[in-house]
């Protein structure tokens, strides 16, 4: 049963909030915030909104000095409708959480049946106790579809029954009018522009002010019995009011659909709402609940990670990895915002978070997903190159550092548009899915190009000095080390991505395949000379007297901050120092070395990756959410076990535990996918390289067992891992020679190591 | 006679607004633009101001991303009144230079009156012919005052004039429509709390929207010949119709008297407007001039400076100077603006360009304006202080990049409140008027104390590394690299710092001096060793293979621009290119380590700054005003004769000549200050140093002969160099060893060296 409860879960402002992303119902394409269809009290705030995974607005952005380039207006993703609203009331009392007595309550995650719960048992001030139990689904099997099943059951008494159900299209992003940082923010960015009732059907059609994208939210309320119902236009809105009688013990159900549209991927939106209502309308509830299950049941099975021995973290990973699934975008015009669905935090803006973080996952369990995530990468290759010659590159893809639709957004670009490892990020993850699919296909339609355009930024870019290949004036992953010289992270990535330029084009033209590419590109086999021999020749800073790999040319001559002196008060650092000050310490916010240890560990010997880790480790505030899970992952590689098993926790529970103290304002999404990383790279030592698949799994001595799943090549192989044993089963697919503790073993059906 | 005069000067819109700003009249307190008082046509564009140096609003500047510590509030410089609307109507006719025909038109700034002249002859479309006189001055004597003195003659007809003063409270700073850089700043700063009509003089009075500032304009209209006078008041104005029948060859004048006052000086405001009124209009205008001119002979001669041989050099070099004085603030509540009083460029804030381009003049000629300015920079030591708390330091003074009242302006600080050298540079110029002047009074009632709090900040902005002292991510005076470790100039001149904290400590104590400073310092002997310390092992990058000092640790490594490869239209660079771009080459903006081996020349030997000069001549593109005079005295100070007359020229003609092509924004008054710096410490090769005062004159070849005049201690010295020698005259003073030529002399009276 995978399911996250919490009961007696207290009514104050910062459980609120925070509720509402733990319970948010999502399905890649849509996304509602848990909250609470009868509102709170008007002295509470609430982050209440419904969006659509890369349905944007533009965004005035203005730089305080107006320099060159610099940009100036971003996206923002928008709260697109309001279609939770539900007032109950009982014989003439309004239902709140907040009035009367709640006698019990509870909310519930189900992650097999992809729904939500919340069951109050609640007495009215006047005495009259009702049950309601509202269940919530993002239908994965009809996106646009969102449900609220609302039930009312009278418990000692029998009476009439109120129900008033909005529907709002005339809403805002959230902002908060106490806190000056988001003050300036509010702006109508949508404006409704029309109103229709249909069939009892309401159609609320709206445009962006700037984008010139329509979005199109349809609502139909049906009752279980019938009374007496009105429909009213109201402005901006509509609400129905129905009036029953219901019996004491008898279960009054509101079945409320809502279809949201958008004109990204509906271009005949009014005509395609009503059909995605209809649709909706038209199968049986309870078949659409078997459908969200079978969706599931088929994720579960094709990742099949089990913890044995912690039931909690066991809980915390399948809650990540159903965040993942709920935020992945399911088309090419959208990605997993750094917030998935479930929030505005970093206003629905897609970052490398996707490539170095949650696509793995995907790459190993629902390659479909994964090749959709490299297809909105394509999509945006031109505005990529746009980019690099905003920032002055002849030549070239420059991804940008945050974007929705694929210009950059980012308005502070020393820790924005200078993060350049993104474009190595994304050549990175097309690699990794090559790897390990072998899909010769998806380099030819738009892999190969994609590592051609990040090789040609990389030329551009660099330059040689003293017969190395340097790459000046960039950030590294760690955002508090800002515009430097020679980032290890930044440079050893861009040997791998011009190395795998020039691969692709070999492998596509050994298959035969290379014209489409040619005729793209205009690459020439000069060119690929060029690319070798900047990756031969590329500097990769190391310090003799240390033996660590310095985290760029001048990291290692900074003051040294000891992290043990700082308060709490002034943590995270970003939000207590000027980044001026900060950048003068070596202090990192995340991994960043690490990672590049991490990701490609081939580099350097094992002994510098073990010199680097503990040099590293030392300096790390982990302010980020992308670090701790990365540390784990190196802590397990060098035999770190206890490390590795701490990190490991921090990346677990962050957002349950909402040890960062934000989850309010979304989950994290990378640091989910994190978590997965850090057992099946981490415990599980897997690495698919061009050698073939590594595994060196490891059980943490406070657990009994795990277990996952992966596609490998034409495979899919179960790895489980016991106290006793090391089985690892080839469920499907041929015969396979894999690496296995160092030793080569060929799989042929099952593979147990004692 | 020192005048400056264009005829038949062009009516277009470009010409117009240049004018505006070449022919101001400013007296270090207010600024007045030399707008035509009669107005532009409707289509065409002008900056009509009048300003009080450090009279400013709060405005706000958004940041696209907040960050801890940025910039979200500037001063901004505002215009305060219009007082210089003044329209004639001959026999109904309005005068206006773009209808009818000009006959003939000049201006003219007279140097030596202090005051500009249009005289126009214009003919009406009816065929009626005036002549038109306006003269107008920024009084030296009564600082609040400005006086247009207007002249209209009846050439061929006898009839009704009809004029028409406006005095106008409801005005904004500039801006333009149609450029969407300024279109955002649209704001009405000062709101008119009072209209006041008195004895014919209108009094307006207004408050600033944020930084309760309050200013009172006055104006008071005299007519030559009595006539019907009307004055009305209207929305935020007053205005004044005079009729009055005036024959042929008679001349009708209008003395427009106008008085700004503003409560940063004048806390009894509309009291001391009204006095300052009455002084005005009780003292005969000419006597008004006479004091004027007897202000200007007194100021040209202390510097008595003059080139034979070359009349547009020697006119530019007056006008120069003659700009300084006109922009130099009088009080120690203001400074000097980059713009002057002349225009809203820079929105009249305060840069470094006071002490390191501009104060030496002062220093040299005008202790009084000299030490003022020092002043200015101790009544914002305590803003300083807690702008160094905003960037993290725990202790000293971190006086602000740009500022009115003290607080830090720059809203991008990697090329703002990175400038570190700021403070740097105050305690430079400290130090240079210490120098100049032996005032241990100015040491001990300030700067020995704005000496100890800067080099504090060094201490905290610095670390130990490998046993010398780096000072890391700051950037140096060459904008187009920022961010950087060690940059020469920013350490050379902390050394300086540093040391000289010291000095001025045992200077004071040896004085019996030293009691206050330790009192609000609380600076001790150990303190005052870490100092020494530091500066002893001040770490200055040089690099063997160029034999050069490079201009921070990594700037050798990057990529050459080939400056000649660079077309016009993409200049200057910071304009054309994204700054991360530029900061990836070896190019810089203005003079950096070659204006370090200026100022601090004996820390080099003479061949690594020959060396440096050469290196990094090739890639300066000169895009700041503030280099090319630098580049001149290094070019003097290496013999490179030919190269320190070009760059001289360079300078001396910038605003003349527009060379920069946004003069009409305002004139620049660094490289003006820049341009007698040329002449005095490079062609005149003069330094003062601790071991005393050295001169070098040596004569450009283009010239007959130049001269300045200096002060030294307690002296009054002037140099004149012919072709055939150079004349050193004790005019006041004691005797004095000085050296010349590398050769001490005793100066007693004259010295003549052939």
């Given at each position: 049963m995978l399911k996250y409860e919490i009961k007696d879960f207290p009514l104050d402002q910062d459980n609120l909030m925070l509720a509402e992303t733990l319970f948010h119902n999502a399905n890649g394409y849509l996304g509602?915030?848990?909250?609470?269809?009868?509102?709170?009290?008007?002295?509470?705030?609430?982050?209440?909104?419904?969006?659509?995974?890369?349905?944007?607005d533009f965004a005035s952005s203005p730089q305080a000095e107006k320099l060159c380039g610099l940009v100036e207006e971003k996206q923002t993703m928008l709260n697109v409708a309001d279609t939770q609203g539900i007032e109950i009331y009982i014989e003439g009392e309004r239902f709140s959480m907040f009035e009367g007595e709640v006698l019990g309550r509870t909310r519930t995650l189900d992650m097999e049946a992809g729904t939500t719960l919340r069951e109050v048992l609640w007495r009215s001030p006047k005495g009259k106790t009702v049950r309601i139990e509202i269940k919530r689904m993002a239908s994965f099997a009809l996106l646009p579809f969102f449900l609220i099943e609302y039930k009312v059951t009278p418990v000692d008494f029998s009476g009439e029954v109120k129900i008033c159900s909005t529907h709002i299209g005339k809403v805002m992003n959230y902002f908060n009018p106490n806190d000056p940082r988001v003050a300036g923010e509010s702006f109508e960015h949508l404006l409704v522009e029309s109103i229709e009732v249909n069939n009892d059907v309401s159609y609320i059609s709206s445009k962006t002010s700037k984008s010139d994208l329509c979005v199109c939210s349809a609502v139909k309320n049906v009752f279980s019995k019938e009374g007496k119902t009105e429909i009213v236009k109201e402005d901006g809105a509509v609400k129905e009011e129905y009036i029953g009688f219901i019996s004491q013990g008898e279960v009054l159900t509101l079945y409320k659909y809502t279809i949201l549209c958008d004109s990204v991927r509906y271009p005949n939106l009014s005509n395609e709402t009503k059909e995605n209502m209809e649709q909706a309308l038209s199968t049986d509830i309870n078949e659409w609940y078997e459908k969200q299950k079978a969706y599931l049941a088929s994720f579960w099975e094709n990742c099949a990670i089990d913890i044995v021995g912690k039931k909690d973290l066991n809980e915390a990973v399948h809650y990540n990895l159903y965040q993942l699934i709920q935020s992945v975008g399911k088309d090419p015009f959208s990605n997993i915002t750094a917030k998935g669905l479930s929030g505005e935090g970093y206003e629905g803006h897609y970052f490398w978070d996707t490539e170095m973080y949650m696509q793995p996952f995907f790459t190993l369990t629902a390659r479909d997903i994964a090749k959709n995530l490299i297809r909105y990468r394509y999509t945006i290759l031109e505005y990529a190159?746009?980019?690099?010659?905003?920032?002055?590159?002849?030549?070239?893809?420059?991804?940008?550092?945050?974007?929705?639709?694929?210009?950059?957004?980012?308005?502070?670009?020393?820790?924005?548009?200078?993060?350049?490892?993104?474009?190595?990020?994304?050549?990175?993850?097309?690699?990794?899915?090559?790897?390990?699919?072998?899909?010769?296909?998806?380099?030819?339609?738009?892999?190969?190009?994609?590592?051609?355009?990040?090789?040609?930024?990389?030329?551009?870019?660099?330059?040689?000095?003293?017969?190395?290949?340097?790459?000046?004036?960039?950030?590294?992953?760690?955002?508090?080390?800002?515009?430097?010289?020679?980032?290890?992270?930044?440079?050893?990535?861009?040997?791998?991505?011009?190395?795998?330029?020039?691969?692709?084009?070999?492998?596509?033209?050994?298959?035969?395949?290379?014209?489409?590419?040619?005729?793209?590109?205009?690459?020439?086999?000069?060119?690929?000379?060029?690319?070798?021999?900047?990756?031969?020749?590329?500097?990769?800073?190391?310090?003799?007297?240390?033996?660590?790999?310095?985290?760029?040319d001048s990291f290692l001559q900074k003051k040294v901050w000891d992290l043990t002196t700082i308060p709490e008060d002034k943590k995270p650092l970003l939000l207590h120092y000027h980044p001026m000050y900060i950048y003068r310490y070596q202090v990192?916010?995340?991994?960043?070395?690490?990672?590049?240890?991490?990701?490609?560990?081939?580099?350097?010997?094992?002994?510098?990756?073990?010199?680097?880790?503990?040099?590293?480790?030392?300096?790390?505030?982990?302010?980020?959410?992308?670090?701790?899970?990365?540390?784990?992952?190196?802590?397990?590689?060098?035999?770190?076990?206890?490390?590795?098993?701490?990190?490991?926790?921090?990346?677990?529970?962050?957002?349950?535990?909402?040890?960062?103290?934000?989850t309010k304002d979304g989950i994290h999404t990378a640091n989910m996918g994190g978590t997965y990383m850090a057992i099946v790279y981490g415990f599980g030592g897997l690495r698919i390289k061009e050698e073939g698949l590594f595994l060196n799994p490891h059980l943490p001595k406070q657990w009994e067992g795990y277990q996952f799943r992966i596609l490998f090549e034409d495979a899919k192989i179960n790895v489980k891992r016991t106290q006793a044993e090391c089985r690892i089963t080839l469920l499907e697919g041929s015969k396979k020679n894999i690496h296995v503790y160092g030793k080569e073993y060929c799989l042929e059906k099952e593979l147990v190591i004692y």
């Open positions: 509602v915030r848990s909250n609470f269809e009868e509102g709170y009290p008007k002295n509470m705030d609430s982050i209440r909104g419904e969006y659509i995974n890369g349905f944007y190159k746009e980019n690099a010659r905003i920032l002055g590159h002849k030549k070239g893809a420059a991804y940008p550092w945050r974007t929705i639709m694929g210009k950059e957004c980012s308005g502070f670009f020393p820790a924005g548009s200078a993060q350049y490892h993104i474009s190595g990020d994304v050549a990175y993850s097309i690699v990794s899915y090559y790897l390990a699919t072998k899909d010769l296909e998806l380099l030819r339609g738009c892999g190969a190009q994609v590592l051609i355009e990040t090789a040609r930024l990389w030329m551009d870019l660099g330059n040689y000095y003293r017969g190395k290949f340097h790459i000046n004036e960039v950030t590294g992953p760690d955002e508090y080390t800002c515009l430097v010289n020679n980032n290890y992270y930044t440079n050893v990535l861009a040997q791998y991505n011009l190395r795998w330029a020039v691969k692709s084009f070999h492998l596509l033209k050994e298959a035969g395949l290379i014209s489409d590419l040619i005729e793209k590109t205009q690459i020439t086999e000069e060119e690929l000379k060029e690319f070798e021999e900047a990756a031969d020749k590329m500097y990769l800073p190391y310090d003799e007297e240390t033996g660590i790999n310095p985290q760029d990192c916010k995340q991994a960043d070395t690490v990672l590049a240890h991490f990701i490609l560990e081939d580099a350097q010997d094992l002994e510098t990756i073990r010199k680097s880790f503990a040099y590293y480790e030392k300096v790390t505030t982990h302010d980020s959410s992308l670090s701790t899970c990365i540390y784990s992952i190196v802590a397990s590689r060098l035999g770190l076990e206890d490390k590795a098993y701490e990190y490991f926790g921090e990346s677990a529970k962050l957002d349950l535990f909402n040890t960062h103290k934000n």
